[in-house]
């Protein structure tokens, strides 16, 4: 009889058993990017979303004044999301939570740190390094090559 009791207990322990909660924790230095996933926006940083499967995801940053961002990021499964472990964890009447970190540096865009002066500048410096690098283009044919005929 007493084993009936503890079975029925248990039975309904893993009928009523918690659920897997896996968040994604995205971060950004500076806050306020707008970050997609996998071409999804899900809005800006500071944010946290949930996802289902781990594996690799492509990543998206965007600030104003700031480079983009266009990476990879992995959500590693921590050991008791693998099989075996996973049916336990799953069981528990309290539920299993995971957090996956991401954080990402926004690297300030070369014309917030440079005024427009120093960009065109800099720019007809370059144009004329690569003038020199290049042969002169002929603007008439020479007279020992043969002329064709009309």
Same mark, same amino acid.
């Given at each position: 009889?007493?084993?009936?009791?503890?079975?029925?207990?248990?039975?309904?322990?893993?009928?009523?058993?918690?659920?897997?909660?896996?968040? !994604? #924790?995205?971060?950004?230095? =500076?806050? $306020?990017?707008?970050?997609? &996933?996998?071409?999804?926006?899900?809005?800006?940083?500071? +944010?946290?979303?949930?996802?289902?499967?781990?594996?690799?995801?492509?990543?998206?940053?965007?600030?104003?004044?700031?480079?983009?961002?266009?990476?990879s990021a992995v959500a590693?499964?921590?050991?008791?999301?693998?099989?075996?472990?996973? !049916? #336990?964890?799953?069981?528990? =009447?309290? $539920?299993?939570?995971?957090? &996956?970190?991401?954080?990402?540096?926004?690297?300030?865009? +070369?014309?917030?740190?440079?005024?427009?002066?120093?960009?065109?500048?800099?720019?007809?410096?370059?144009?004329?390094?690569?003038?020199?690098?290049?042969?002169?283009?002929?603007?008439?044919?020479?007279?020992?090559?043969?002329?064709?005929?009309?």
């Amino acid at each position: 009889m007493r084993s009936g009791a503890w079975t029925a207990l248990l039975g309904v322990v893993l009928l009523t058993g918690g659920c897997a909660d896996r968040r !994604l #924790v995205i971060t950004s230095a =500076p806050p $306020g990017a707008l970050v997609w &996933v996998n071409d999804v926006e899900l809005g800006r940083t500071p +944010l946290e979303a949930s996802f289902v499967h781990y594996g690799t995801y492509d990543v998206r940053l965007r600030l104003e004044g700031y480079e983009p961002v266009v990476t990879s990021a992995v959500a590693t499964a921590p050991w008791y999301e693998y099989v075996g472990p996973d !049916l #336990v964890a799953e069981a528990m =009447p309290w $539920g299993v939570e995971t957090r &996956v970190r991401w954080n990402f540096t926004l690297k300030p865009a +070369l014309e917030s740190t440079m005024g427009r002066p120093e960009l065109e500048k800099g720019l007809i410096d370059r144009a004329r390094e690569l003038g020199k690098q290049t042969a002169p283009i002929a603007s008439e044919p020479s007279s020992s090559e043969p002329s064709s005929p009309d």
